[in-house]
C-alpha cells in the first residue's frame, strides 16, 4: 500500500511524499486518515529547527489524526475495522499505528472536534498540575491553540476569572468567544498593567505559560503571586533568564513543569492521569458542552496546499489558528 505524507526535507522546506505502507503487525492498527491537525507551536519550530528541537531532516511531523480503521494486526482487541478513532500519528493519508495511539471515538463527536484530542491532552495535563481551585484567578500567556483550550479547562475547573493575554488581537477574541473572562492585549499594554485593570491588582496566583517564549516564561514568573503556582506548558524555544531569588524563593513559587510526555503510561494517579485517559476526558468534555474547539479552525487545508499552511502559521499569525489537513 501506497499513502501521501508531510514531510519536512530539509529546514524550512515542506513537501507532499509518496511512502509505502506495510500490512498492519502484532498489535498495530491501520488508519484511513480523514483529518489531521497540525500542532501549530511544535511543528513550526521543528520545520525551522528552533532551540530544543531535533534539527534533524528529513522529518514526519504530526500527531493528531482521525480517521478510520481499515486493517488490524493480530491480538488488536480494542478496535476493529471501521470504527472512528482517533490516532496518534503523523500527517499521512494512511497510517499505521500501536493499538495505544488510538481510541475509539465516541459516538456523537464530530470528526473535526475529535481531531483536537491530542492537544485536549496536552492542555487537560497541565490545567490538572495547576491544582486549580474553585474561585482562584487564573492566568493563560498565550492564546495559541494549547493556550485557547488550557484557558477554558482553567474555567471548567473552576478558575475565576480566567484572563488571557497575547501579542495578537484576533487570537484574543477568540479566546473571549471560548468564555476567557479578559483579555489582554500586550500589544497594546504592559502584562501588570493589564492585570491590574482587570482584577485590581497586578499579580495572580495561578499563571500556565503556553507561549514557548522564553521571555513569557520570565514574566510568568514576575506576575505569579506569593505562593502562586506557575504552570511551564508550552515547550520553551530558547534560555530563559531568572532572577530566582527574587521572583521564585522569596515567594515561595511552586514552578511545575507540564510536558506531556511526562504522563504515567499505566495508572492514573491525582494530578497525573495517563495520557489515554486524558482523551477519554476530552472528548467527555466536548459531548457535555465543557469544552468547544470548531471554531478554533480557520482553515480546513486540501493537501496541495500543505506547504503554505505552514507559512501561514509562521508569518500570518493574525489571521490563522486552527489549521486542519482534509485527507479524503
Not at 484511513?32 to 511543528?43: R, W
Not at 503556582?229 to 530566582?244: A, C, E, I, N, Q
Not at 504515567?264 to 477519554?280: A, F, K, V
Not at 502559521?313 to 493574525?318: P, V
Request: aromatic share 6%; charged share 25%.
Amino acid at each position: 500500500m501506497r499513502a501521501l505524507a508531510v514531510v519536512f526535507r530539509e529546514r524550512g522546506v515542506v513537501a507532499l511524499e509518496e511512502l509505502e505502507v506495510p500490512e498492519p503487525g502484532e498489535g498495530q492498527v491501520l488508519v484511513a486518515v480523514k483529518y489531521s491537525l497540525i500542532s501549530p507551536g511544535t511543528e513550526v519550530a521543528f520545520l525551522h529547527g528552533l532551540p530544543n528541537t531535533p534539527k534533524r531532516y528529513p522529518q514526519r511531523p504530526g500527531y493528531s489524526a482521525v480517521g478510520e480503521v481499515v486493517a488490524v494486526g493480530e491480538g488488536v482487541e480494542r478496535v476493529e475495522v471501521g470504527d472512528l478513532v482517533c490516532a496518534k500519528c503523523p500527517h499521512a493519508s494512511l497510517a499505521l499505528a500501536s493499538e495505544q495511539a488510538v481510541m475509539q471515538v465516541p459516538e456523537g463527536v464530530d470528526p473535526l472536534d475529535a481531531v483536537f484530542f491530542e492537544l485536549g491532552a496536552i492542555a487537560l495535563q497541565g490545567v490538572r498540575k495547576a491544582r486549580v481551585e474553585v474561585g482562584e484567578p487564573v492566568l493563560v500567556l498565550g492564546a495559541g491553540l494549547v493556550g485557547q483550550l488550557a484557558a477554558q479547562l482553567a474555567r471548567a475547573a473552576g478558575g475565576v476569572p480566567v484572563l488571557v493575554a497575547d501579542l495578537i488581537p484576533f487570537r484574543l477574541e477568540r479566546a473571549l468567544e471560548s468564555g476567557a473572562d479578559h483579555a489582554v492585549d500586550l500589544s497594546q499594554v504592559a502584562l501588570r498593567e493589564g492585570l491590574t485593570r482587570a482584577l485590581g491588582r497586578a499579580d495572580v496566583p495561578v499563571v500556565i505559560e503556553a507561549t514557548g517564549s522564553p521571555e513569557a516564561v520570565a514574566s510568568a514568573l514576575e506576575v505569579a503571586a506569593r505562593r502562586g503556582r506557575v504552570v511551564l506548558l508550552g515547550s520553551t524555544r530558547g534560555t530563559t533568564v531568572v532572577d530566582f531569588y527574587s521572583t521564585v524563593h522569596r515567594k515561595g513559587l511552586t514552578v511545575v513543569g507540564a510536558h506531556v510526555s511526562t504522563l504515567p503510561s499505566l495508572d492514573s494517579l491525582p494530578g497525573w492521569w495517563t495520557e489515554r485517559d486524558e482523551w477519554g476526558a476530552f472528548f467527555r468534555l466536548l459531548r457535555y458542552g465543557r469544552l468547544r474547539v470548531r471554531h478554533l479552525i480557520t482553515d480546513i487545508v486540501k493537501l496541495k496546499r500543505a506547504p503554505e499552511a505552514y507559512e501561514w502559521l509562521a508569518r500570518e499569525r493574525d489571521r490563522h489558528l486552527g489549521v486542519v489537513f482534509k485527507w479524503e
